[in-house]
T-cell receptor
Framework: DAGVIQSPRHEVTEMGQEVTLRCKPI?????LFWYRQTMMRGLELLIY????????DSGMPEDRFSAKMPNASFSTLKIQPSEPRDSAVYFC??????????????FGNGTRLTVT | KQEVTQIPAALSVPEGENLVLNCSFT??????LQWFRQDPGKGLTSLLL?????REQTSGRLNASLDKSSGRSTLYIAASQPGDSATYLC??????????????FGKGTHLIIQP
């Protein structure tokens, strides 16, 4: 089991550029979550999918953020255009079954995004 | 808005001591509570999951308790070791409508075990 795989590990970009973060969940997991972590706000849920369908995107900060899950083994989080306040660590996580129903959540190692 | 609070934000203790980390949450209607560990530059690792019908869970030197009525959970670490140094996060799955809305995380307690 390779765990949840995220790429890239680090991303440095200039304000206004498009940023795409990628995630491969654990095989067989049917839930996928995108979180953002900052010192000020801690971990915030951005969006989550069940069987590739977005269930709740109320945590997406604004229209500059979008997420897709074209198949069970791949998801992307896109920011366009990026702004310095988007600088954070972005985590992808997956679970087999709903975390609300006692399924442990498995995290990737995150993508550290810096927007200058 | 449902909130999860962890106090203290940071804790430093000598090796060998037993210690307790605290977590409080604003709504007693929960599905479960999970404790995670995060090492620098890494993702989170699930340590223990307590279902709403349970009072505690144990794994090795770790014991987590849950008191829904008071909105509190504790993580007890016995005989602490330098390798336990990490940030420990509490996360709660709140009931909302017909299902869960993912997990709401506290900001964590940064633990340092002094050799």
């Amino acid at each position: 089991d390779a765990g949840v795989i995220q790429s890239p590990r680090h991303e440095v970009t200039e304000m206004g550029q498009e940023v795409t973060l990628r995630c491969k969940p654990i095989s067989g997991h049917d839930y996928l979550f995108w979180y953002r972590q900052t010192m000020m706000r801690g971990l915030e849920l951005l969006i989550y999918f069940n069987n590739n369908v977005p269930i709740d995107d109320s945590g997406m900060p604004e229209d500059r953020f979008s997420a897709k899950m074209p198949n069970a083994s791949f998801s992307t989080l896109k920011i366009q255009p990026s702004e310095p306040r988007d600088s954070a660590v972005y985590f992808c996580a997956s679970s087999f079954g709903d975390v609300g129903y006692n399924s442990p959540l498995h995290f990737g190692n995150g993508t550290r995004l810096t927007v200058t | 808005k449902q909130e999860v609070t962890q106090i203290p934000a940071a804790l430093s203790v000598p090796e060998g001591e037993n210690l307790v980390l605290n977590c409080s949450f604003t709504d007693s209607a929960i599905y479960n509570l999970q404790w995670f560990r995060q090492d620098p530059g890494k993702g989170l690792t699930s340590l223990l999951l307590i279902q709403s019908s349970q009072r505690e869970q144990t794994s090795g030197r770790l014991n987590a308790s849950l008191d829904k009525s008071s909105g509190r959970s504790t993580l007890y670490i016995a005989a602490s070791q330098p390798g336990d140094s990490a940030t420990y996060l509490c996360a709660v799955s709140f009931r909302s409508g017909g299902g869960a809305d993912g997990l709401t995380f506290g900001k964590g307690t940064h633990l340092i075990i002094q050799p």
